[in-house]
């Protein structure tokens, strides 16, 4: 089956510094990646949609300058979380989905961000 | 705008039969799908509805009616590993998913 990785699982880092998440297809290619974050025993609320090659498409509310996301390659692309503060902290789940079935989404394990 | 709305919890024992309803509001609807997601794990594909009626995976079984705007989500001869937040998503025009707030499933032995 199709398989996602994220890098890494989990980070801990300071106010003030920016975080880079890897998100990766593979065993297929990826035309586009999604981006959600997910707090304790909530939903999984979607940041953006990237496709390979172009700018990333935002949800309302989300910071494009915060949350920078670049999808380079058909197998990988990144969420890096520019100055970081405390209310950053949540879990980040990258999926992807290639061309062929339109429907189905391939999640990763997730990266765990916490702030201090 | 978008409303999403399923159960917040739901308990059943061991072998029973349970279904997970969903009602949603979405422009541009394509399909629902659904997703499982055990706790501190990524969310795993369960099944997907474009058409209206019941399509059958295994133990799991799903329903959707467009008109109603209505999915359920069936779940039989439940075993134990089946405890897990179970999410209703409907994909719309861009094929990007919403989540509803997720379906907590607690099955006793």
């Known amino acids: 089956g199709a398989v996602v990785s994220q890098h890494p699982s989990w980070v801990i880092c300071k106010s003030g510094t920016s975080v880079k998440i890897e998100c990766r297809s593979l065993?297929?290619?990826?035309?586009?990646m999604f981006w959600y974050r997910q707090f304790p025993k909530q939903s999984l609320m979607l940041m953006a949609t990237s496709n390979e090659g172009s700018k990333a498409t935002y949800e309302q509310g989300v910071e494009k300058d915060k949350f920078l996301i670049n999808h380079a390659s058909l197998t990988l692309s990144t969420l890096t979380v520019t100055s970081a503060h405390p209310e950053d902290s949540s879990f980040y789940i990258c999926?992807?989905?290639?061309?062929?079935?339109?429907?189905?989404?391939?999640f990763g394990p997730g990266t765990r961000l916490t702030v201090t | 705008g978008q409303s999403l709305e399923q159960p917040s919890e739901v308990t059943a024992v061991e072998g029973a039969i349970v279904q997970i309803n969903c009602t949603y509001q979405t422009s541009g609807f394509y399909g629902l799908s659904w997703y499982q997601q055990h706790d501190g794990g990524a969310p795993t594909f369960l099944s997907y509805?474009?058409?209206?009626g019941l399509e059958e995976t295994g133990r799991f079984s799903s329903f959707l009616s467009r008109s109603d705007s209505y999915g359920y989500l069936l779940l039989q001869e439940l075993q134990m590993k089946d405890s897990a937040s179970y999410f209703c998503a409907p994909m719309g025009s861009a094929r990007q998913l919403t989540f509803g707030s997720g379906t907590q499933l607690t099955v006793l032995p």
């Open positions: 065993d297929f290619q990826a035309t586009t």
């Open positions: 509805n474009a058409l209206d």
């Open positions: 999926s992807a989905r290639s061309g062929q079935q339109t429907y189905e989404q391939y």
